[in-house]
């Protein structure tokens, strides 16, 4: 399965001509109708719409297709119409003209000091009126479902440049895991070393040149807790499993952005223990590189899906 990111965008448009059986007493002017969804990332899916009055009724299916097709993320979604009555002017109908003439004596019977209608006014209700009697539901469903498999596209296309990003960090960090292995073994034998030089030295002090074996076994005794004080195999071990879960995961696809946020967390935790177990500036030098690249793969996995 692919892997899909939360961050995307499409849009496309639909234009519309009057109708051929659209009889000449209601002409409706040609339209535009376009439809654009963006995608950022979030913890759930986050929908939220901005449509034009003519064309609310059409959230609940809008709605019923984004949750079918999307798991997670922030979505928005903007429709738009544009006429060519905003640069051409409609032509009422009489009947419409009738219409808006009742309407205005009932309110002026009313309210005698209301202000006339303008021919301003009467050519943007008449727009309204044309626009509003246009029945959008087989257009807006299929740009829909057009738009949004534009979304998943690039969403998917984003999601593949992350994967092989964080492909990329993970061979960055076994590599790194590879140079902290060698350096536990060295770094315990020159402690053990230096431990029984400095006993050596204490001893030579104080009774010539003997050298006890009970001084030289708590010189040994010291050398083997200071190896288990900064002993890392353990946090190596567990770092590597992490990492072979994480490109499992990534190989497999499908909705893993909460699982590979969980093992990034585990990463950076065993990369901090590795720091503070640190008894040399290389094993420092290498935490520090590793909490650098488990950052970066931190900040990517939250666009996952």
């Known amino acids: 399965m692919p892997v899909y990111s939360m961050t995307g965008y499409a849009s496309a448009q639909h234009s519309t001509a009057k109708s051929s059986s659209e009889p000449e007493s209601r002409t409706t002017p040609p339209s535009q109708l376009g439809l654009e969804i963006r ?42 119409i544009e006429t060519s009555a905003q640069s051409t002017v409609p032509d009422p109908t009489p009947r419409l003209l009738q219409r808006l003439n009742a309407v205005q004596d009932s309110v002026k019977a009313w309210l ?69 292995v060698p350096l536990v073994p060295q770094l315990v034998l020159q402690q053990r070393q230096r431990f029984l030089e400095r006993w050596q030295e204490a001893m030579a002090l104080t009774e010539g040149s003997t050298f006890p074996q009970a001084a030289q076994d708590r ?7 200071f190896a288990i004080r900064i002993d890392v195999a353990e946090e190596i071990t567990r770092l ?5 879960e994480i490109e499992r995961l990534i190989n497999k696809g499908g909705e ?4 590979l946020d969980f093992l990034i967390q585990e990463l ?38």
């Open 39 to 80: 995608s950022v990332n979030s913890r759930f899916l986050d929908l939220s719409f901005r449509l034009p009055e003519e064309l609310r009724q059409f959230e609940p299916p809008l709605r019923e297709l984004l949750v079918g097709r999307l798991k997670r993320g922030k979505v928005e979604v903007r429709a738009a």
């Open 112 to 180: 005698p000091t209301a202000t006339p209608l303008s021919v301003a006014d009467v050519i943007r209700l008449c727009a309204n009126e044309l626009g509003s009697a246009r029945d959008w539901r087989e257009e807006v469903l299929a740009l829909a479902e057009q738009t949004v498999q534009a979304l998943l596209s690039a969403r998917q296309r984003e999601g593949e440049r992350l994967a092989t990003m964080l492909l990329e960090r993970i061979g960055q960090l076994r590599a790194l895991a590879g140079q902290a």
């Open 219 to 225: 010189a040994l005794a010291e050398a083997t807790a």
């Open 240 to 244: 590597n499993s992490h990492l072979d």
């Open 256 to 259: 893993i952005g909460k699982r």
């Open 268 to 305: 950076h935790r065993e990369a901090n223990t590795m720091g503070s177990k640190s008894a040399a500036l290389e094993l420092t030098h290498i935490s520090v590189d590793m909490k650098v690249l488990i950052e970066q793969m931190r900040e990517q996995v939250q666009n996952l899906e």
